[in-house]
């Protein structure tokens, strides 16, 4: 019997480009559409293009809890996560539902193209260095590739979740959750792909990095801030391979990211004297956060070593 496929958006005060992703839900390969809201101001879908169950959560920047709540409480045998800043081109689950077909398979994500006139390629998957934590897009190669995450939209068996338990809402709430997620799926046996017949377009602008981390604050709260410089440290004490990787791309990249960030935040002249010194306090917030969590990865990590 084929996959059936559940489609999960998380929805923050974003009430136009849900209702433009849900336009696009139209006519995709789902058995059922579940909208969670993380805002606490209701949102009104009657209108819709698309009939939707919506969960009303008011869980904030926790959006791991918001997408382990969404796909419980969806029925396909697929779940596809897509944020409310995207649409979903023509076909994009049925191309992702038919790569997933193949049972060593546990998560499928489509091309990224940008929403413009003329569409330009954004992301096709991402990798990650573990020692200097830097992100680096993955070229397209053939139908499928191998990727080891995918922002914004990608499709999972539903028993891969099941497996590694979903997302972890307690040390990445907010960011790196996806990568986390991805990494969990991959050590549990099953492949993570790329999918070139699969494409959604997601809304981006290029701003600098400090314009970037002033966009972000602005949309929720300093908090967000915060929450994306400590996962940088969380991940990559969590997944290093050996000591010294642990403390080169755990402790000591994240620390120099975090400070060159701080100084590019300093000597900006985008922002205003009071948003510096709001910025550079979540910064700092963040990274003691992430240092001081260290020690139970090393603990973690010890016992997996000595467990092999």
């Not at 009303?56 to 697929?78: C, I, P, Q, Y």
Request: glycine residues 8%; contains cysteine; proline residues 5%.
């Amino acid at each position: 019997m084929p996959l059936s496929a559940s489609i999960v958006c998380v929805t923050y005060e974003r009430p136009e480009g849900l209702r433009r992703l849900l336009a696009s839900a139209a006519g995709q390969r789902a058995i059922d559409i579940v909208v969670v809201n993380n805002s606490s101001t209701p949102i009104d879908l009657v209108g819709a293009a698309t009939p939707t169950r919506v969960v009303e959560l008011a869980a904030g920047l926790n959006v791991s809890r918001a997408r382990n709540v969404g796909w419980r409480s969806s029925e396909g045998d697929v779940v596809v996560f897509v944020d409310d800043d995207n649409v979903m081109n023509p076909g994009m689950v049925r191309a992702l539902l038919d790569v997933l077909e193949d049972d060593r398979i546990g998560l499928a994500a489509p091309i990224m193209l940008g929403m413009s006139a003329e569409p330009e390629l954004l992301c096709a998957g991402v990798k990650r260095s573990m020692w200097t934590t830097r992100t680096q897009g993955v070229m397209p190669v053939g139908c499928t590739w191998p990727i080891e995450s995918m922002p914004s939209s990608y499709a999972i068996k539903r028993t891969a979740l099941d497996e590694v338990g979903g997302f972890d809402e307690a040390d990445f709430p907010f960011h790196y959750e996806e990568t986390d997620l991805a990494r969990r799926i991959a050590q549990a046996g099953w492949g993570v792909v790329g999918v070139a017949g699969a494409q959604v377009l997601h809304e981006t602008a290029r701003r600098s990095p400090v314009a970037e981390l002033s966009r972000a604050a602005s949309l929720s709260s300093m908090q967000r801030v915060s929450l994306q410089i400590r996962a940088r440290f969380l991940f990559h004490r969590r997944y290093a391979t050996g000591r010294l990787q642990y403390w080169i791309g755990g402790l000591a990249a994240p620390i120099c990211y975090s400070a060159l960030l701080t100084f590019a935040v300093v000597v900006s002249r985008e922002i205003t004297l009071e948003r510096k010194k709001l910025l550079v306090r979540a910064i700092a917030s963040g990274a003691s956060v992430g240092v001081l969590r260290g020690p139970r990865y090393i603990s973690h990590q010890r016992v997996q070593r000595g467990s092999v």
